[in-house]
């Protein structure tokens, strides 16, 4: 079976950077409203989950949800988490080194 989401070597290594200094942590892929369609980071049990988020898998050794209905309407693609320059979206996390990040179908 095909992984749901995996990541460069470059968001393993940011995500193991942002674990040492906040402890464990959690993604949900945002589905496109107020903070545009960005992966979201958090410290591991930070954003309330609701009943219908969908646990694609872990990257990092962190947990990666998406919106169970928003994944079907994007035709359930497999998502590449990566890092990019700029601040971060929202309340995401910023990595440090001002990255952010980003996924890919």
Same mark, same amino acid.
């Given at each position: ?44 049990? @930070?954003?309330?989950?609701? !009943?219908?988020? #969908? +646990?694609?898998?872990? %990257? *990092?050794? /962190?947990?990666? =949800? ?5 994944? @079907?309407?994007?035709?359930? !693609?497999?998502? #590449? +988490?990566?890092?990019? %320059? *700029?601040? /971060?979206?929202? =309340? ?14």
């Amino acid at each position: 079976m095909a992984k749901k989401v995996v990541a460069t070597a470059a968001a393993i290594a940011a995500i193991e950077r942002l674990t040492t200094t906040h402890g464990e942590l959690m993604f949900f892929q945002s589905g496109g409203c107020c903070d545009g369609s960005s992966p979201m980071c958090f410290r591991a049990g @930070e954003l309330l989950l609701e !009943p219908n988020e #969908l +646990l694609l898998g872990e %990257v *990092g050794g /962190a947990s990666f =949800f998406v919106d169970a209905d928003q994944h @079907e309407r994007w035709n359930r !693609p497999e998502l #590449l +988490l990566d890092v990019a %320059v *700029g601040p /971060a979206p929202g =309340f995401s996390l910023e990595v440090p080194g001002g990255l952010h990040f980003v996924t890919r179908a």
